[in-house]
């Protein structure tokens, strides 16, 4: 299995930039993907940006042109940067990654974005 530990995390100015980091650790060899996503105050978990073993990426319309996924795979980590952060970006973020042929989801402990206006 995978363990997530996310950081990074913080209070921002609109305009500002952050840049999220996620270390795996465990059996990180049967990652097939890792992702971010967030959660808002009352509002369902929505994917942010995704990465695959194989390098394709995926990222929400919300955040295209603004957020970078991206991964050290010899420290296992992976980052988002952030840029151009908007207050509506202000969510708990959460680092997943899909294991093993099965595809089970692990998840982070999350870290908080305040984006102030």
């Known amino acids: 299995q995978v363990q997530l530990v996310e950081s990074g995390g913080g209070l921002v100015q609109s305009g500002g930039s952050l840049r999220l980091s996620c270390a795996a650790s465990?059996?990180?060899?049967?990652?097939?993907?890792l992702g971010w996503y967030r959660q808002a105050p009352g509002k369902q978990r929505d994917m942010v940006a995704t990465?695959?073993?194989?390098?394709?990426?995926n990222y929400a319309d919300s955040v295209k042109g603004r957020f970078t996924i991206s991964r050290d795979n010899a420290k296992n980590t992976v980052y988002l940067q952030m840029n151009s952060l908007k207050p509506e970006d202000t969510a708990v973020y959460y680092c997943?990654?899909?294991?093993?042929?099965?595809?089970?989801?692990?998840w982070g402990q999350g870290t908080q974005v305040t984006v102030s206006s």
């Open positions: 990465l695959t073993r194989g390098g394709s990426t």
């Open positions: 997943n990654a899909l294991w093993g042929t099965a595809k089970q989801g692990f």
């Open positions: 465990g059996i990180v060899s049967s990652i097939s993907a």
